[in-house]
């Protein structure tokens, strides 16, 4: 994690508390640990520039001890986007459109609710009184800890500390609400790599993303859902350190982990029932690794085939 860049529309209560809030927090655990610096920044969607923070913005954090000092609203734009690590958005919908502006930078956006235990989207004070705002400001107190463990890789507050990345094309999107509903329902860490309707879009984008991710160490399963989930198998698995499996029942799901170590699931969407969709994930995602002989075999497949043409870097 270099910087985080916390984005509401106006950029004068909920990204600005989220900042103050996100730079204190830095600097308590900065000290003792010695790790390297981050830098913290915010913007809004729709924010006038130069717009100073609320007067009740100013008060709830004065009220928590810090002094706000000059704030000025800044519009959110592509440099601002390429400069952060991470772009936490304030709601589905700010992350949605970020991410539809910025697509490069899609699997960077996240909203604080899919990566701790805050509300999915963090309610708006503006315009309420100054007890909306205490509540806009107590709820990122509570929650902002888990995302700082989590984009330091110390596992999330998700049960068993597990986070998963999950994204589907049009065709798997009704499957992945479902299954994102089941995540919610067990208190699973997760990020929605997208995509984020029945709008026809290609698979390969959203399965690269989600399989790099996990590749990458950011995450430590996948789930990806096409219409078959044939397509989705097939990106992931080109993707090097990915082993994608895809199941329709559990039998397959507890083997692709016992024996395989498969760090991806992957479904059909206008194959799998929603009830046998939850089940296959359950078990994959509760079932360990047996190793042993297994560690071996999975050892063969991650050396390759010594010709390693092409391939993905990742
Ligand atoms: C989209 O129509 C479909 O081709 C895709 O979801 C997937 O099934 C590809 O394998």
């Known amino acids: 994690m270099e910087s985080v860049l916390f984005v509401c529309s106006g950029n004068t209560c909920r990204s600005v508390m989220a900042e103050a809030l996100f730079r204190r927090l830095l600097r308590e655990r900065g000290q003792a640990s010695g790790r390297p610096p981050v830098l913290v920044s915010s913007a809004g969607l729709d924010a006038v520039e130069g717009a100073p923070a609320t007067e009740l913005t100013r008060q709830v954090l004065a009220e928590r001890g810090i002094d706000l000092g000059v704030h ?22 700010i992350r949605d459109e970020i991410r539809r ?13 899919e990566v701790t235990g805050a509300p999915v989207d963090v309610p708006d004070p503006f315009g309420g009184p100054i007890g909306r705002y205490r509540e806009t400001a107590d709820l990122l107190e509570a929650h902002l800890p888990d995302l700082l463990r989590l984009l330091e890789g110390e596992g999330s507050q998700g049960r068993d500390g597990m986070r998963i990345a999950i994204g589907s094309d049009h065709a798997g999107f009704p499957l992945k609400r479902v299954l994102i509903q089941f995540l919610e329902e067990q208190g699973l860490a997760y990020q929605d790599f997208g995509a ?5 879009v290609d698979y390969p984008d959203y399965g690269r993303a989600v399989a790099r991710a996990v ?12 219409g078959t989930g044939i397509g989705m198998s097939i990106v992931a698995n080109k993707v090097r350190g990915i082993r994608a499996a895809l199941c329709h029942e559990p039998y397959s799901a ?19 029932g929603p009830e046998m969709a939850r089940e296959v994930t359950r ?32």
């Open 196 to 200: 984020t309707s029945e709008a026809s």
């Open 215 to 226: 590749a990458q160490g950011q995450f430590d399963r996948g789930i990806l859902i096409c």
């Open 283 to 314: 078990v994959f995602l509760e079932t360990e690794f047996e190793g042993g002989r297994h560690q071996r075999r999975v050892e063969k497949i991650e050396a390759g085939d010594g010709e390693q043409k092409g391939g993905d870097p990742a």
């Open 72 to 93: 000025r609203a800044r519009p959110l734009n592509g440099s601002l986007v390429s400069e952060a690590t991470w772009i936490v958005a304030m709601t589905r919908r």
């Open 254 to 272: 507890r083997m692709s982990r016992l024996h395989n170590n498969a760090n991806v699931l992957v479904l059909g969407g206008r194959i799998i």
């Open 101 to 113: 502006r910025y697509p490069h930078k899609a699997d960077r956006v996240i909203t604080l609710g």
